[in-house]
């Protein structure tokens, strides 16, 4: 991938002034995208995977405000890096994902700011919804052209708090902020 400063990047793809005059749909490439988790785990950390079910993409490149992003996450079918984990992750305590099978994402807003690019929504875990922003990152894949959107990188980034979604299990040893790195690789539909 060819990296490029953030707001660079950020600039080119979402402020080209006549670049793209309609929003562009764009599906996910799951087989090379990845929403992966962490949570503090006494001196550890535990993490994981959790899969893509469905990915809803329009992007504006000229007018921001007319871009939406819902993206479904399968938390039934998420993973860790200790097998208790996993298990405790998808229990009653902390997911209960035999009540809530999936988290879902629908963005309110996309908002460029002097050195970065946000992504304002709402992340619904556990049937709680609150509202969520998360840093963002465009890059043109490699080897696509200047100015070619029909193949694009997203990095995004954030954090959630466990307990502002009721999943609240083993507070004692796990913390309670989540910290999100998402890589997408979109193709345009």
């Not at 400063?5 to 599906?27: I, K, M, Q």
């Not at 959790?50 to 504006?60: E, N, Q, S």
């Not at 990152?137 to 502002?164: C, N």
Request: proline residues 6%; aromatic residues 8%; charged residues 20%.
């Amino acid at each position: 991938m060819r990296h490029v400063p953030a707001l660079l990047a950020f600039f080119t793809l979402f402020a080209a002034p006549a670049a793209v005059a309609d929003p562009l749909r764009y599906t996910l490439d799951p087989a090379n995208s990845q929403v992966s988790y962490s949570v503090p785990f006494g001196p550890d950390q535990v993490s994981g995977l959790m899969p893509v079910v469905r990915a809803d993409i329009l992007l504006d490149f000229v007018q921001n405000s007319r871009s939406t992003v819902t993206v479904v996450l399968d938390a039934a079918s998420a993973t860790a890096n200790f097998p208790f984990a996993e298990q405790a992750l998808k229990g009653p305590k902390v997911l209960d994902t035999g009540a809530y099978p999936t988290i879902t994402f629908q963005s309110d807003q996309i908002r460029m700011e002097e050195t970065a690019a946000e992504l304002d929504g709402l992340v619904t875990i556990r049937g709680v919804t609150r509202p969520v922003r998360l840093g963002v990152q465009v890059f043109r894949q490699q080897g696509t052209a200047s100015g070619d959107l029909s193949k694009i990188s997203v990095h995004i980034t954030g954090t959630v708090r466990r307990s502002d979604f009721g999943a609240t299990g083993w507070a004692d040893m796990v913390g309670d902020t989540v910290t999100l790195k998402i890589i997408a690789r979109l193709d345009r539909a």
